[in-house]
Every structure is written in structure tokens, then in C-alpha cells.
């Protein structure tokens, strides 16, 4: 800032090289800051899962406002674990955005609950949107990584959907799972 100052007017070929320079520092700012909240969503840490839902669901009632989003919470155990918690939550977030991009829905579904019984924590997102022939998926990267996110966990992740029928996704995690090394920093 202070080569920048002193070199505005005086010395152009200095001062272009300084806005140069702030510029790609500006840059590699924003996608570091990018990179640590994909890493690790603020929301998460901050309102924990069911927080986190809720406020996404908020911020996406306000943007569509005809499109109706409903969010049902079981009973869910006290602690979910950090790696279970983000996985959760990154395929809401993903879910939620093919929903927007492309399903066209008047009401979406956002389950998440807990079987005792089983110890697998359950979320499921469901739209009645324009669906989409399964064979015909293009796939990108948002539904590959949601799979691997769940089966990295020793989970299961499911889509059904057709042509005009809706999609709905449902991702299992077991918690009885001990946390993996290098899963926790
Ligand atoms: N809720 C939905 N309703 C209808 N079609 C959907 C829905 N979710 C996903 N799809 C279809 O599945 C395809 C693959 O989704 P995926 O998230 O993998 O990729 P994408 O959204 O196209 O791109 P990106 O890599 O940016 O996520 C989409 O292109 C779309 O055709
Ligand atoms: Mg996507």
C-alpha cells in the first residue's frame, strides 16, 4: 500500500507493478479463504448440524420465495462426531443447490433422523421437481463427491429419480464408527 501511495503519479511503471501485486495478493486471499470454508463450514462450527440446516433453509426460503422448504429433525444423538457432521451437511448444501439449479421443485424435503436401534444417522432430501432419467445423469462433480464423501464414512448414498417424477437423495452414516485417523486435526 505505502509503494502504491508513494509511486501514484510520480513513478507509473512502479505504481502499475504495486496494483499488480495487490491484486494477485487480493486473489490468492480469497481462495485461500474459499478453501478453509469449503474445508470447514463456519456455519458447522458455529450453530452445529441442525443450526447449520436451519440457517441454509432460511437463506434459501428468502431467495425463493414461491418454492416451499420444509426440514424435519429426529431425535438425534448428543454427539455426532466432526467427520459425520460435515459430510452431512456438505450434501444438504450440494443437494440443496442441484435443487435450485435444477429440479424446478414447489416444495423441498430435508429429513435427517437416527435409528437407534441400527446407530445410523439418516438424511434425506426430496423434491417434486422435473426429475431426471437416472441413465441420462450427467455426471459432475456434486453428486460423485457426495457419494464418496458418505462412502468414505462406511455409509450409503442413493438417488431415485425420473423424468417429472422428482429426485430424492438419502445418505446413511453409521455413528458407532470410531473416527478415523487424520480425520481429526
Ligand atoms: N434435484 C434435481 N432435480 C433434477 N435433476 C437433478 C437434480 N439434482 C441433480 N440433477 C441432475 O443430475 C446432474 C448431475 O448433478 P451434479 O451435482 O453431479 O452436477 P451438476 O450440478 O450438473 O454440476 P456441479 O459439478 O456444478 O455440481 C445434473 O446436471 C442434473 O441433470
Ligand atoms: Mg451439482
Redesign the pocket.
Known sequence: MGIRNASAGAQPTLHSAAMNVIQLTDRVYGVVRGMTSRLRPVALDELGLVGALEHDLMGWRQRLPATRFTLAIGELPPDIGESVAIAMYRVAQ??L???V???E?RHVKVELDFAPASAVLHLSLQ?D????ELKA????????GMRERIEALGGMFCIE?QPAQ??RLDASVPLDRPERCGERV
Open positions: 450440494e443437494g443447490t442441484n435443487i439449479r435444477h429440479a421443485a423434491d421437481g422435473r426429475g431426471v445423469i450427467q455426471h459432475g462433480l456434486g453428486l460423485l429419480t422428482g429426485f
